[in-house]
């Protein structure tokens, strides 16, 4: 019998499955699980928030209040930190403002315990603001490690949008069940241990961390001043909209009908339905028309959108509508893929993170208002006409890419 040849004898067959392929690569397997780590409280930090200062002040206009300021502050703050990190690296930048934003959690939870003033929570909690954009860092990896493979860059994107609806389905149950089971700083006091350890889990995997010269500014232009990438913003702010008026939405709907517990459920089931098809689409060959890709999932995700409006105005059943909410949300991941591949193509040479922390920003701004928007029509109209809301703001996305890109084939390539 021949012998095998030694070029047969070392050549490693990849795995067919496009997601077992991206983690043969030396590395990915390491950094994606510290990452995962550390993007998991993401989810949580917000509800604990809410339950720890609803829980001792009797106010939860006061805990929203908190949280908002939060919010506000991690838009303004989060887009010079991964400015930073693409000038200095992402280990020596995510590490002290981890630690930074822990400090902020463990100040809010001492206010929170020993009743100091409530002015003292909106610093603390403005303090985390200084959370780095752990899911842009890791994106930032797959994008440097597949820089020569867009198919593999697309498989990356999609897993990475499978991993922040995982997160973000997991962790307000993590959350809730850990304030609830035994007491109610638990849950941030948890979510800090995560962050912390997941970002130095992250940061030690120095060899696929994307390269940079410590101090020197990047040579290409402000993201923000990049063709096409202020529309793209906009997008962003519209589609998180259809984020925060969904969740305030379903919330009042389920009020409504008696079952205000089983809204984080119903919520769940449409993460659940996007994570799923975020990794259907991820296997998919991506086309070279990305722009067109982006109108077209928009499109999709509208039209579903309507789903949850009509179970909601002709049955009011909860069953139905967690079931309009499951194939509403197949549409979230595919736009949200292509929404980052589109992000990664206009970002200059050297402010990848930057650029993918303002699409982040534009989204929490866009979920902010959404929540306004939604609570609103909630409290003025009804719960169910608050579905409109949604369907609006997507409709508005569509709008604005088709007069965006319709005519640039700049990124398509």
Known sequence: MPQPTLAERTHVRKPANPYLRLFTIPGTRAFTTGNLIARLPMGMFSVSAVVMIAGSRGSYALAGAVTATGLGATALVAPWVARLVDRYGQARIAVPATLCAALGSLALVLCVRYGAPNWTLFAAYAATATTPNTGGMSRARWSHLLRDDAEGLHTANAFEQAADELCFMLGPVLAAFLCATFFPEAGTLTGVVLLVGGVLLFAAQRSTEPPVTPGVRPEGKAPLRAPGMR?????????????????????????????????????????????????VYGAVKPGNRV????????AAMTALLT????????????????????VAGMATAPTMVTNMTLVQRITPEGRLNEGMTLAVTGLLGGIACGSATGGWV?????????YAVPVSAAGAALLISLVAFARSNRFNN
């Open 307 to 326: 789903l949850p409006l009509l179970a909601a105005s002709l049955s009011g059943s909860l069953v139905l509508l967690g079931g309009a909410l499951l």
């Open 231 to 279: 529309p793209l913003l906009v997008v962003c702010l519209a589609t998180g909209a259809v984020f925060g008026a969904m969740e305030v939405v379903t919330i009042a709907f389920a009020d409504a009908q008696g079952h205000k517990s089983a809204a984080g459920v119903v919520l769940a089931l449409q993460a659940a339905g996007s994570c799923a098809a975020g990794l």
């Open 291 to 298: 722009t067109a890709r982006l109108s077209w999932c928009i």
């Open 378 to 386: 909630v409290e003025h109209v009804s719960a169910t006409a608050g």
